[in-house]
């Protein structure tokens, strides 16, 4: 387990995409985050496997993270994967069969995800742990960016964290995702979570690297024990 950020691709300029995955690339972020949204599973659409395809031929070396916001990702998993996903993200509440998903993810040697909304219980994740290279809490309702933290979503973090461990899987690594900000991810990871996605917050800044390194930084002070490197 380490403490990651990842800028998410949704608040970038999309005038000069390119130039903005460069920037995310020279922060020394550990992933970009891009977000996929179908217009049915959230209310509002974002962009599609091109998007990764040019993340993946823009700065290879950066590791991509795709987080599907859609009712049927099952249908997508393999069309993300060629496109050069190297962490898939489903939700929970998806109307497929969630088993099949993670398993399919994993056949093809990426990181298997599984999201969940606010709303849901964090017990709904359960049944599904073995299977999860990685879990990511909504800390908004998803389908737009710039919207403020949901602070109830705290408690859920530290109960994943200790079920987790109580099953043997405490190198889980557990994510956040909207709202994150240089306070929220410090709350964040006070709960136990690893991993920060940050869209406005991060493209605002001037100085995206020194940010990234900020956030790692008191994030690291909140986990003991763990480390970046
Ligand atoms: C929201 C997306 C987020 C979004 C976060 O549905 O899943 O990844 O980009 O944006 P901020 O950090 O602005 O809340
Ligand atoms: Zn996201």
């Known amino acids: 387990m380490k403490v990651q950020v990842l800028p998410s691709l949704l608040a970038a300029d999309f005038g000069c995409l390119a130039d903005e995955i460069r920037r995310v690339a020279a922060s020394g972020a550990d992933a970009l985050h891009l977000d996929i949204m179908d217009a049915h599973f959230v209310p509002n659409l974002s962009f ?44 929970v509440e998806a109307d497929c069969d969630i088993w099949a998903g993670l398993r399919a993810i994993r056949a093809r040697g990426v990181r298997a995800g599984l999201v969940v909304r606010p709303q849901t219980p964090v017990a709904a994740l359960w049944p599904y742990l073995p299977l999860c ?71 605002k800044q001037t100085d995206m690297a020194a940010a990234v390194q900020r956030m790692r930084g008191l994030c690291e002070e909140q986990l003991p024990g763990l480390r970046s490197e």
């Open 133 to 203: 290279d990685e879990v990511l809490f909504m800390t908004v309702n998803p389908g737009y960016g710039g919207q403020a933290f949901m602070s109830e979503i705290l408690p859920k973090i530290s109960d994943l964290r200790k079920h987790a461990g109580g099953i043997g899987l405490g190198a889980l690594d557990i994510m956040v995702d909207g709202g994150i900000n240089f306070e929220t991810a410090a709350l964040c990871a006070a709960q136990g979570a690893n991993m920060y996605v940050a869209g406005s917050f991060l493209f």
């Open 48 to 91: 599609g496997p091109d998007m990764v395809a040019l993340a993946k031929k823009t700065s290879p070396e950066l590791w991509r993270d795709v987080h599907l916001m859609m009712t049927r990702p099952d249908q997508f998993i393999g069309r993300f994967i060629d496109a050069g996903a190297q962490a898939l993200q489903i939700h």
